[in-house]
């Protein structure tokens, strides 16, 4: 086999690694949606209580993403990926043991600090292992991992809490993702920083103080910050309250939820798996477009959700809101990775999702506080609507070069 078989190979498995690493920390994440009911019961929880339950998670995870993505930039991703894995794994194990509701808060609270570093890592793992121009396609492939996850944990969680008890449930899926910490040291080789005067070395140089400040002072990637966290604040909100909502107002048990949340994702995936390539193909230079129209039909969808008048309906423009939102998501990752070079990346990326996570944070606090002031999700819909135009309004004043302009800039 030849060597540059050899190293194609390596590359792709480095992505496969990867993108399950996603699909474990998105299955840990969201066990806490579905055990939600459960907890609520034995620690007699109002909504509110559940918002800063479900939020503190959000809060932690938020204070990770840029110092996460700076020291993939400065360390190389591989130490901080499987520290990341290693910090949460141990955190939802001990979710299982809580005893209060102020127990659950700060451990979740600590869970969000260890996850906190992998999103950022993750895509400077692409950035490493994969050249500036499929930079783009992968990066965004890599996100549709998000949903694949998403889309997996009902039907794995689920069945497990009704079997084993939601306390059982978070020590197995903690065990798992110590296994796969010690299978991503020992699988993926360490990135040795070349130094050099010429381009691709300095491609693969690392972080500096200037370039990170120069990073944060572009206004271009503050305002695709914002984009993502209007969006985010749609997709935080659904992901943490909808089986919740459904069970709830719309009088489904947990097995039917299990079932039909999937649904969802799966188009979410999709949408994100060829954000990347569509956004390259057709909006290369004119992505605030894609950004636009994406968000203003979340928007609509999210409206459809809201006045459904059957489960299937409701599910249906859930699907459909989940598609076109995770067009946004890929796109807010897509182009970093195709402005900046490879010693930013990490960095850029803990940028974009500090306003994700912040959003993540705030989302299912405000539903929880509206549903109990309420009594209803009427605001709460409202709430997710709004947001979603406020990413339109930024959308509009986002300027982009096509891709050969930002190499020749660079």
Known sequence: MSPAT?????????????????CVSYIDRAAITFAATYIASEFQLKPSDLGILLSSFFLGYSLLQLPGGWLADR??????????????????????????????????FVFGIGEGAFPAASVKGVAETFGKEERPKMSSFLMSSNYVGSMLAPLIIAPLIIAFGWRNVFHYIGIAGLVFALVYWFVVKPIKQIK???AADAEKKVINKQAFRALLKMPLMWQIVAVWFGLSIVNKGLDSWMPTYLMTQRGLNLKSVGLLLPLPYVLAGIATAIGGWVMTRFFDG??????????????????????ADSVAALITFQCIAYFFKSFVLATCIALPTKMLP??????????VNLGGQSAGFISPLVIGFLVSAFSNYDYAFGFLIAAACFSVLVSLFIHTMKGSAYAQHA
Do not use: H
Request: aromatic share 14%; glycine share 10%.
């Open 286 to 307: 004119r992505e605030r477009y894609l950004l636009i129209g994406a968000s203003v039909l979340t928007a609509i969808f999210v409206y459809c959700m809201y006045t």
């Open 196 to 198: 050099g005067d010429t």
């Open 6 to 22: 050899e190293s194609r190979k390596y590359q792709y498995l480095v992505l496969a690694l990867l993108y399950l690493g996603w």
């Open 342 to 351: 490879a010693n930013l990346i990490g960095s850029s990326i803990g940028m």
């Open 75 to 108: 360390f190389g991703s591989r130490p901080v990926i499987v520290i990341s894995i290693l910090l949460w794994s141990v955190f939802t194990g001990v979710t299982g043991m809580a005893w209060s509701i102020s127990s659950l808060v700060i451990i979740r």
